[in-house]
């Protein structure tokens, strides 16, 4: 049975990371009310992926917190991750989606109805004997993305979804994601690509050495930054 | 000796579909077999979750069974033989000289390969796998199904490794079975018979009829994986 | 949480599935007794020796005790000390075995009631063609191996208590000569069956002594040829007993009584001696001969 209570907002409040005995995200807060599309940016190295990981729950703050408005029933996730590299499993296109939705604990019948769903969603129908890993890199991305839609997130990450991709994929990528956040999704990704940002985001939070320095309506963002960190990125001047 | 003889003998075997011979080798691929199978039972489980587990001592618990994989076929008979023994500690159960004896001895030699093996496939496919399975809940032990599945062509490959093991050994099923002619005579045991008779001929003949059957189950089942391995991608 | 348990079991089957996978027609886990006769099989275990199994001898006399009783017998052959050793641990039901001081030793310990003799054979000394002890022909054994010992000559010695191995040492004592003092390199000691000891003799050009069933169904000959025969002191006494049920309850004393019984009848005792290699007789029966 599914809750009813959103999870959103989500309440980052002074979360810090350390690895390897060096801080690496240095107390960062903000908040994901529900809807729109957030865009982590930043340049490489900024910490843009801990970020996100601690977001989803892959990793713990070692300071801080990172809260859910409810946390939900059953412990089932309600939000869900896309990895820059696709994560393929070595099985079928529909096997890779009904997998996840087993982990979930969805029972079989369920599990093929929302598989079709998602492949005939995202246009993934006809592949759906072959086997994942001999997809295209955009085809590979599209099937991951679909596996998280698949999971019914409201808040989907993606960690530089398109950074391996050529121009086509990426365009068709960021299509179907304007299409999730249409679709009602709270969407909040990661790029390094600054015309990627400016197609995408509602609003910006601008990363730099594992410290948010700018956290903004992304059309204010883009006609001028506040952060000095943040203009000298925009002008291509700072590489990380 | 006469080479020409060794493989008349030889042919002769394969063709003539003499029954003790058949016998004997339909007891060897059993045994051998059965315990594989067991083994895969245990090891392949345990393997994994070794794979995924940190815990102190884990470095030396690796070691351990890295060098398990070399123990002496002879020594394992030999802890089994004890064990069995109607003196021993399992002596009522009445195993020593039964194929099940062997059986239990060949599974001591597999099962350390079988969790070396998985453990390092599974540990690599881990590294691969581990942001998404973490992210739709599946972790520690909840994460072996999927991982043994997906490992499952390299993981075809340990057993065949234990598999090569056990039917090729002759120490410990010498030792546990007697080589009891009919019941727990096995081609390794048999070999070693004709070998100390002085019958050399069936003793190379028998080598070949096990050479020739270790290649052909290694040759079915590199077919099965080169096939399962371009739908894995 | 009905989804690790369904994935458990899915763990578990997938176990069981790649192993069938991997090997088609693995058999499932069948129960110990039945892997390859029903576990009602009838059956008792002899511990006997590597002469009697390498001659063939059991060969041809367990079908006709099957055929008569129903019991099946199923063969350990080690060497004399170690199939005492197997019957002392109670891991056979009876003991077939060829030397005389050491089965009396056996009942004397209580692990077995009574001895009978059964038959016997002898000893011959193996040696090259070449002969470079010059005994071929002696029938003096006890000659025969101080001069081996004199020369140097190599020997091959079972070195694993064996009936075969006691005999020798035996006749080393009679022949007067003390192997302790006189060891070298030319007594080479491999503690190993009858027939690899032939095997190295053989390969060695050395001296070794075999008991005859074994060296009459040797196939490997090369240039081994018999040197001593004849000699009484060659004489190799068999005899059979069943385990003490006393020590060891679980033994099955009717079933090997059987045996001990039917091998020195006159019907087993006509086994034997029908059991020929190339017309020659290997085993003489004696069951009835007293102090045998």
Known sequence: ??????????????????????????????????????????????????????????????????????????GIKRHAMVFQKPIMLRRSVEANVTHALAAAGLAGAERRQRCGEALARFGLSERATQPARLLSGGEQQRLAIARAWALRPELLFLDEPTSQLDPAATRQIEELLAGLVAEGITVMMSTHDLGQARRLARRVLFLHRGRLVEDRDAAEFFAGPQAEEARAFLAGELIW | MDFGAIFQAAFALMVGLDPTFLAIVSLSLRVTLTAVFIAALIGLPLGAALALSRFPGRPAVIVCLNAMMGLPPVVAGLVVFLLLSRSGPLGPLGLLFTPTAMIVAQVILVVPIVIALTRQIVEDLWAEYRDHLRSV???????????????????????LAGFGRASAEVGAVLVVGGNIAGYTRTMTTAITLETSKGDLALALGLGLVLIVLTLMINAVAFGASRVGARYAG | MTLIDRRLLLAAGFSAGLAGLAFAQTPAASPPAATTTPSETRFITVASTTSTQDSGLFGHILPLFKAKTGIEVRVISQGTGQALDTGRRGDADVVFVHARAAELKFVEEGFSLERKPVMYNDFVLIGPKADPAGIAGSKDIAAALVKIQEKGAPFVSRGDKSGTHIAELALWKAAGVDLDAKKGPWYREIGQGMGAALNTAGAMGAYVLSDRGTWLSFKNRGDLVISVEGDKRLFNQYGVMSVNPAKHPHVKFNDGKLFVDWLTSPEGQKAIADYKIDGQQLFFPNAAQAGA
Not at chain 1, 20 to 30: K, N, P, Q, T
Not at chain 1, 33 to 51: D, E, F, I, M, Y
């Open chain 1, 1 to 74: 049975m599914r809750d009813t209570a959103s999870i959103l907002p989500l309440r980052v409040e002074n979360a810090s990371f350390q690895g390897e005995g060096r801080l690496l995200i240095d107390a960062v807060s903000f908040t994901i009310p529900a809807g729109g599309l957030t865009v982590l940016l930043g340049p490489n190295g900024a910490g843009k992926s801990l970020v996100l990981r601690l977001c989803h729950g892959l990793l713990e703050p070692s300071a801080g917190s990172v809260r859910w408005a409810y946390s939900g029933a059953g």
């Open chain 2, 137 to 159: 809940g599946l972790e520690g032990l909840r994460a072996i199904p999927t991982l043994l599945w997906d490992g499952r062509f390299a993981l075809a490959t340990a057993l």
